[in-house]
């Protein structure tokens, strides 16, 4: 508000100019223009990443840098953003969130934004990552905050690309190359170890199931190749078949077992490559008095 002294006929008059003005606001906020960094260019951060321009302003303005993530270490100087080249090329990100805050007294006003990143080096395979696109290796994901290749791929290191795995039967050069689960890559076929088979349904190597019979007060060992143990499925002490299996004269009940023997062969072999067991009642109990038994065990190698 003006006041202007006019002097008519010794009476002061005052003449009252009123200017009401709008409110502040943003003369194109940072949100509205992509700010971005081009590290190949040459002093990439010489010049401000962008401005907090204001129309309106009633009073002293102050301009404040509220937050950045991650942080670049970017700095606000006056109402202009600066970077901090070293930093940016150190952390690897390739963009970064900014929220500004600029207030003349009366009116507040906020913007939160991105600076997008330009001429990054990419990262090899197995680096730390925010984003696909930072990845070297082509078809490579940023999975857990590392470059790697999805589940269904395998890096390939002639060409560092993330190819599709190879199905069971295909030739390969590693075992990561192949598709079916547990598979390995023997004579450079993808295929399955000789203590598994290929289940076609799951497409997955599972583990041979092995039956051992050992009749009544008989023994037997049980063991696995070297780096592999025993698991046991099922251990049967008792008699669920005919006279076929350890035949004897005595084979009165043909549907008897001891409750509890699967529970004491796997006590006395699971987790282990060998272990010796033995067909008697003194260690499984007497599930059919006077009838010829036997152990039937059935287990893998894992």
């Known amino acids: 508000m003006t ?23 943003w003369n194109g906020p940072p949100s509205s223009r992509s700010p971005r960094v081009d590290l190949t260019l040459s002093g990439p951060c ?3 990443v962008t401005s907090l321009n204001i129309n309106n302003a009633e009073g002293t303005l102050q301009y404040s840098l509220v937050s950045q993530n991650p942080d670049g270490q970017f700095t606000l100087v006056g109402h202009r953003i600066y970077c901090n080249e070293l930093v940016i090329r150190t952390n690897g990100y390739s963009s970064y969130t900014l929220t500004v805050r600029v207030s003349d007294g009366t009116t507040t006003l906020t913007d939160t934004f991105t600076v997008t990143i330009v001429g990054l080096t990419k990262k090899a395979f197995g680096s730390a990552c925010t984003a696909d696109s930072e990845c070297q290796t082509t078809y490579a994901k940023c999975l857990n905050q590392k470059c790697t ?9 002639q060409t560092d690309t993330c190819l599709p795995k190879k199905a069971f039967n295909s030739s390969c050069t590693a075992d990561s190359e192949c598709k079916t689960t547990d598979a390995k890559c023997l004579n450079q076929i993808c295929t399955c170890e000789a203590s598994r088979f290929h289940d076609s349904q799951t497409d997955t190597c599972l583990p041979t199931l092995n039956s051992v019979i050992i009749c009544e007060w008989q ?9 592999k143990v025993l698991n046991v499925t099922s251990g049967v002490f008792g008699r669920t078949r005919g006279n076929c ?6 084979v009165e009940n043909k549907n008897c077992t001891s409750p509890g023997s699967t529970s004491i062969v796997q006590g006395l072999c699971n987790g282990n490559n060998t272990c010796e067991l ?5 260690i499984y109990g007497d599930p059919c008095p006077g ?12």
């Open 3 to 25: 006041i202007h002294r006019l002097w008519m006929s010794c009476v002061l008059v005052l003449v009252l100019d009123i200017r009401v003005d709008g409110a502040m606001t």
């Open 149 to 157: 290749c999805e589940a269904t791929r395998f890096r390939d290191l």
């Open 291 to 302: 009838t010829f038994k036997y152990l039937e065990v059935v287990h893998t190698c894992v």
């Open 46 to 48: 010489f010049n401000s």
């Open 219 to 227: 023994n037997a060992s049980l063991s696995c190749p070297a780096g």
């Open 245 to 250: 299996i350890c035949p004897s004269h005595s």
């Open 278 to 282: 033995y067909a008697r009642i003194d």
